[in-house]
């Protein structure tokens, strides 16, 4: 059974949560992302914010020269363990109605911060069309 870990983005583009919306934007289009977890001066984890969340936020009329990313932000990250199923994964986010999820390792899974990767329904897309590095390699 495949695990989380074969298929999940392993380098995260981590960002300050005191990120401007412009300067956010910017970051996603750049980084060829579209979403990630919000850190403070110190490293911890204080939410996770996705291109859904620019999008709502424009249709706000925000000013984004004025907006800081925290006040888009999800605070509740959803995680899931590295070593869960992809089964697993790809249920709880039709359950959450969610494109990505934060993967921590099972022996600091109570611990967010020490993330793992990212998982994103674009990883489960490239999984089912045999474009995603994982077919064509072994387990990690």
Known sequence: MSTVRSIMTRNIVKIDRDTMICELEGLFISHKISAAPLVDKEGHLTGFVTKSDINRFHFTEGDPFYTRAWEIASPN?????????????????????????????????????????LLSSFDFIKLATGKHPAMNQGPY
């Open 77 to 117: 990250v959803v995680t899931i363990d590295a070593e869960a199923s992809i089964e697993e994964a790809a249920n709880l986010m039709v359950e959450k109605h969610m494109h990505h999820l934060l993967v921590v390792n099972s022996e600091t899974a109570d611990n967010p911060e020490t993330m793992a990767g």
